[in-house]
């Protein structure tokens, strides 16, 4: 009876161990710049999803009645076009929402080419090591010795200038960045105890690969996939403002700062709200990556 009494306190004093999501939303979530970026990309997400809904206007509709018109507030401005219409009459706000669509449809996509074949790459190099590896890895050195944006834009020279073209060469640029990181924590971990208890036990290639090292590799993965969608955005912003990428009369951020260089001093809104869009969803984007960062680091945990 005594020791049944003494059962609940002992128990007590050992409890159950963390919830790894709850660990890891106590963490993420002591970053308040980490919260702020979550915020506002969830809030990009919601407004690329309900474009059709939120947007007042077609993206692509002219009309020649309403040129260069400025924001509601300033003189000569209506709440019909509230963030003022561009130099062929097209509305401001519903370029923006669209274009929200666009640029998380290019991020995302070139983040997912890249992680896909950036994780085969650096899986494959740092298991069977060897030439294959050395062949792997100065290839990527090569690929980096090169500016980034240079070299987004002698593929897309070849290719031909458009979207999918676009997309294709910056994920080539930023694919190094995803072998280097799968490579490195693929040598960490398969000199661990784990590893060669799996494979003393049978286990051919395929099941350490993808069952035993990769899992234990996704966490600097998924930090670096969301500082590689602000990349992705940023470098196909770039693209669009030189002409390379999304081609007129599509609603894409980088796209509507090309259409409005030359109206920079007699209509300020037409360059300064594509520019902020790209400035808030980039900066959005990385403070989120901050915050994964923090939470998944075990060295970074307090």
């Given at each position: 009876?005594?020791?049944?009494?003494?059962?609940?306190?002992?128990?007590?004093?050992?409890?159950?161990?963390?919830?790894?999501?709850?660990?890891?939303?106590?963490y993420?979530?002591?970053?308040?710049?980490?919260?702020?970026?979550?915020?506002?990309?969830l809030?990009?997400?919601?407004?690329?999803?309900?474009?059709?809904?939120?947007?007042?206007?077609?993206?692509?509709?002219?009309?020649?009645?309403?040129?260069?018109?400025?924001?509601?507030?300033?003189?000569?401005?209506?709440?019909?076009?509230?963030?003022?219409?561009?130099?062929?009459?097209?509305?401001?706000?519903?370029?923006?929402?669209?274009?929200?669509?666009?640029?998380?449809?290019?991020?995302?996509?070139?983040?997912?080419?890249?992680?896909?074949?950036?994780?085969?790459?650096?899986?494959?190099?740092?298991?069977?090591?060897?030439?294959?590896?050395?062949?792997?890895?100065?290839?990527?050195?090569?690929?980096?010795?090169?500016?980034?944006l240079?070299?987004?834009?002698?593929?897309?020279?070849?290719?031909?200038?458009?979207?999918?073209?676009?997309?294709?060469?910056?994920?080539?640029?930023?694919?190094?960045?995803?072998?280097?990181?799968?490579?490195?924590?693929?040598?960490?971990?398969?000199?661990?105890?784990?590893?060669?208890?799996?494979?003393?036990?049978?286990?051919?290639?395929?099941?350490?690969?993808?069952?035993?090292?990769?899992?234990?590799?996704?966490?600097?993965?998924?930090?670096?996939?969301?500082?590689?969608i602000?990349?992705?955005?940023?470098?196909?912003?770039?693209?669009?403002?030189?002409?390379?990428?999304?081609?007129?009369?599509?609603?894409?951020?980088?796209?509507?700062?090309?259409?409005?260089?030359?109206?920079?001093l007699r209509?300020?809104?037409?360059?300064?709200?594509?520019?902020?869009?790209?400035?808030?969803?980039?900066?959005?984007?990385?403070?989120?990556?901050?915050?994964?960062?923090?939470?998944?680091?075990?060295?970074?945990?307090?």
């Amino acid at each position: 009876m005594a020791d049944a009494a003494v059962l609940p306190d002992s128990v007590a004093e050992h409890p159950a161990p963390a919830q790894p999501l709850r660990e890891f939303w106590t963490y993420f979530s002591a970053n308040k710049g980490a919260l702020g970026g979550l915020a506002i990309v969830l809030l990009v997400l919601l407004v690329a999803l309900f474009a059709p809904l939120l947007a007042p206007h077609s993206p692509v509709l002219t009309n020649e009645a309403v040129f260069l018109k400025p924001p509601f507030w300033q003189t000569g401005g209506s709440l019909a076009y509230p963030l003022g219409t561009d130099a062929i009459g097209r509305d401001i706000l519903s370029r923006l929402i669209y274009g929200a669509r666009l640029s998380l449809v290019i991020g995302i996509a070139v983040v997912a080419i890249s992680v896909a074949l950036g994780t085969t790459l650096g899986l494959t190099a740092g298991y069977f090591r060897g030439i294959y590896e050395i062949a792997v890895m100065r290839l990527m050195d090569i690929i980096l010795t090169l500016p980034s944006l240079l070299l987004a834009i002698v593929i897309v020279a070849i290719l031909g200038p458009g979207m999918m073209n676009a997309m294709l060469a910056v994920a080539v640029v930023i694919l190094p960045h995803y072998v280097r990181i799968t490579r490195a924590a693929v040598i960490s971990e398969t000199s661990r105890d784990y590893v060669t208890a799996a494979r003393m036990n049978g286990a051919g290639h395929l099941r350490l690969m993808f069952s035993e090292v990769l899992p234990n590799c996704t966490a600097p993965l998924i930090v670096q996939a969301s500082l590689g969608i602000s990349t992705a955005i940023l470098d196909a912003a770039a693209l669009g403002f030189l002409g390379l990428g999304a081609q007129p009369p599509s609603p894409e951020w980088g796209t509507m700062l090309a259409d409005a260089r030359e109206f920079v001093l007699r209509a300020w809104w037409v360059v300064t709200f594509p520019g902020l869009m790209i400035f808030v969803t980039v900066l959005a984007f990385n403070l989120l990556g901050d915050g994964l960062r923090d939470a998944f680091d075990p060295k970074l945990k307090r």
